[in-house]
């Protein structure tokens, strides 16, 4: 490794052998199988070079320094040694490479949290950020802060009182703020990391969108709040100290219960839309075939009705959003009723 010292900046600057690489993959914020490697080895081979700096770290006691920003291109490299020897030693000869010495695992957090926006989180990546900062000893506060611009950009809710924190100029009143905006998401990341195992399982499942499988409950969010009130219960009346592995019996039968629930879902009941709700419908909708489905919906019931009141919604957007297939549209129904009504006719 060849490296360079430039004043100012809190890293050296040089190359590296890949080899000369080490990677700590259970410490980054996105499952492997989210890496997206397919597409950035097409990236990587067409520019013919690593265009970014991969960010590394020498640990305290340890010699070989770690990967801290570059986890995916150093999977890139990994396929590309194997599939393409020649490239990988044009590409991968000499790494560029930025070193630092001696960071904490709390900094280590903060590089791979601000790396981020190169390649946008999901939601279990999310998750495994907040964990990992829980599990380094942050404070809720200081998560809500330093992940105030991710949070932000997966989701709109809260507007305003986001609007209020960013625009608040006292540091501490701004992080309060924060927390506050932030503190479902925050809170329902610290309990999960004082549940047992199984409920981070499944929870994993949830967020990624994977099949959950039989015996386990789908657990979101406001089912992981359900369960932390059972834990509280529990030491309160039953005077249980609760850990991991055994965090309660109220805890089980919450728990239990969800299993239970998911195992005999409820049918789903049909829309409560009234007639009356469905003529105004049709007379404020502008388009013949909107008005149709309404007209039809409103002599049927059940199944039939959620779809056609499904369809009467679909074409007015539809109508609203792309005008040359609303045509195409109006033209296939005007062809199906004029159909209809010959056919009609002819029975007579």
């Known amino acids: 490794m060849k490296l360079t010292v430039v004043e100012g900046l809190p890293y050296q600057v040089g190359i590296a052998a890949f080899d000369e690489l080490g990677a700590d993959f259970a410490s980054n914020y996105r499952a492997e199988d989210e890496y997206d490697v397919e597409s ?7 520019d013919g070079r690593i265009t970014d700096p991969l960010v590394l770290n020498i640990r305290p006691n340890t010699t ?17 040694k194997v599939q393409d020897a020649k490239s990988f030693t044009d590409i991968f000869g000499q790494v560029p490479v930025h070193v630092y010495e001696g960071l904490t695992p709390i900094e280590e957090s903060e590089l791979r949290l601000d790396h ?16 990992d900062h829980f599990l380094k000893g942050r404070s809720e506060t200081d998560i809500a802060t330093s992940m105030n611009p ?8 809260r507007p305003k009182l986001l609007a209020e924190a960013e625009a608040e100029t006292d540091f501490q009143a701004r992080r309060q703020k924060l927390k506050q905006c932030w503190r479902q998401r925050t809170q329902t990341a610290s309990y999960v990391t004082i549940f047992p195992q199984k409920v981070r399982d ?9 099949v959950i499988v039989k015996g386990t409950p789908k657990i979101n969010s406001t089912r992981i709040g359900e369960l932390y009130s059972a834990r509280e219960k529990d030491k309160v009346q039953n005077h249980h100290v609760p850990t991991k592995t055994n965090p309660g019996p109220l805890f089980e039968e919450v728990w239990k219960g969800f299993i239970k629930a998911d195992g005999s879902p409820k049918p789903q009941t049909a829309s ?19 008005r149709e489905a309404f007209a039809m919906a409103n002599n049927k ?17 539809v109508r609203e959003g792309d005008k040359a297939l609303w045509a195409k549209v109006v033209k296939v129904a005007d062809t199906l009723i004029q159909k209809g009504k010959a056919e009609t006719d002819k029975a007579k």
């Open 272 to 290: 409560k839309k009234s007639s009356k709700d469905i003529e105004a419908m049709h007379d404020r909708c502008e388009s013949a075939v909107g």
């Open 150 to 157: 991710i949070f932000k950009a997966d989701t709109s809710k």
């Open 64 to 80: 070989e320094p770690i990967i801290v920003r570059g986890n995916r291109r150093y999977k890139v490299g990994q396929k590309m």
């Open 40 to 46: 950035l080895y097409d990236i990587i081979l067409q």
């Open 301 to 317: 019931g059940g199944d039939t009705f959620q779809r056609l009141d499904h369809a009467a919604y679909l074409s007015e957007v």
């Open 116 to 131: 981020t926006g190169r390649k946008s989180l999901t939601k279990w990546g999310i998750f495994l950020a907040m964990e």
């Open 202 to 210: 499944a929870y994993e499942l949830y967020l990624r969108g994977k």
